[in-house]
């Protein structure tokens, strides 16, 4: 069974930077798609970005131009790269991987973006 840690969330002013990891306790190799999805409460889990295999990616239209996903299989971690952040991007980030049998979500990190 892996698991998955996300972690780098925080508190950022507008305008600002956060890396996002994701860390799993055993191989990504598996997982044929990666990504990374947020939820505020009250509302639905939403996606983010997600890279499947063969580093075809794929952005939420109100990331694009501002968040990049990435994967190294070698290390086994996932990250995201969010720049420019808005008071908007606010919500708990999530990683998630699936197998041919198995879907697998992280606990959740922390993004607030205030001034």
């Known amino acids: 069974q892996v698991q998955l840690v996300e972690s780098g969330g925080g508190l950022v002013q507008p305008g600002g930077s956060l890396r996002l990891s994701c860390a799993a306790s055993?191989?990504?190799?598996?997982?044929?798609?990666m990504g990374w999805y947020r939820q505020v409460p009250g509302k639905q889990r939403e996606l983010v970005a997600i890279i499947a295999s063969g580093s075809i990616i794929t952005y939420a239209d109100y990331v694009k131009g501002r968040f990049t996903i990435s994967r190294d299989n070698a290390k086994n971690t996932m990250y995201l790269q969010m720049n420019s952040l808005k008071p908007e991007d606010t919500a708990v980030y999530y990683c998630?991987?699936?197998?041919?049998?198995?879907?697998?979500w992280g606990q959740g990190t922390q993004v607030t973006v205030s001034s």
């Open positions: 998630n991987g699936r197998t041919a049998v198995d879907v697998y």
């Open positions: 055993g191989s990504i190799f598996s997982f044929y798609v």
